[in-house]
């Protein structure tokens, strides 16, 4: 007689940094794509986590972002990566529109005694999937960039962390009187992220 049984992946803290790491990579790509930041035939379609992903081909993006992920893993294996922030701003005035807040959770054991965790990779890609779907429908919940716009990217790190040469401090890019919208969040059992986006609202919707 056949039997089904349910599988559980066992995740590990640098199994869990390339995961989220990796993540991150995508949901830039799938940011500046879907906010419009770059020309859409700028970027190829790919397929990952079960869905069509766009990845831009611009040579300066791809090394931004691959630098990227690489420092993000090495402090999220070290369990010192609080948030990592990617900024949208106006090309013009620098003012912020939008900010894309990815909030992190790290389990202190794992970090501290190098247990794993257990959690299966099927679960993780649909918790990251309703993120990815969120943020292609972001045009239906946040208001057209008009402007050309740039980005940035911020990360809150403990304060022991070194600042890497190819970083500089930062102030935090705030926007004054913000709109927000929370999105999906996903767990590794190690690496918990919470998604929120906020943005600029319109002047006429702060006018009394």
């Not at 940094?17 to 700028?42: H, K, M, T, W």
């Not at 611009?58 to 691959?66: C, L, M, N, R």
């Not at 090309?91 to 939008?98: A, F, G, I, Q, R």
Request: a negative charge.
């Amino acid at each position: 007689m056949a039997s089904k049984t349910a599988t559980k992946d066992i995740i590990t803290l640098r199994g869990s940094a390339a995961i989220v790491s990796e993540f991150f990579g995508y949901a830039a790509n799938s940011i500046l794509y879907n906010r419009g930041v770059y020309p859409e035939e700028s970027f190829a379609k790919v397929k990952k986590y079960g869905l069509p992903m766009l990845l831009s081909q611009d040579e300066g993006v791809k090394s931004f972002i691959s630098s990227l992920t690489s420092q993000l893993s090495e402090w999220l294996e070290a369990g010192k990566l609080q948030r990592v922030v990617l900024v949208i701003m106006s090309k013009t005035s620098s003012e912020v529109l939008e900010r894309w807040n990815f909030n992190i959770e790290t389990d202190g054991e794992v970090v501290e005694k190098g247990v794993a965790r257990e959690k299966s990779d099927k679960e993780i890609m649909r918790e990251i999937q309703a993120i990815m779907r969120q943020i292609a429908s972001s045009i239906t919940y946040l208001p057209c960039l008009d402007e050309p716009c740039v980005f940035d990217v911020l990360a809150y790190t403990d304060k022991d962390v070194p600042v890497p040469f190819t970083w500089i401090e930062s102030d935090a890019k705030l926007i004054k009187n913000p709109q927000m919208v929370k999105l999906h969040s996903f767990d590794t059992k190690i690496h918990k992220v919470d998604t929120l986006v906020s943005y600029k609202n319109d002047e006429w919707d702060e006018q009394e």
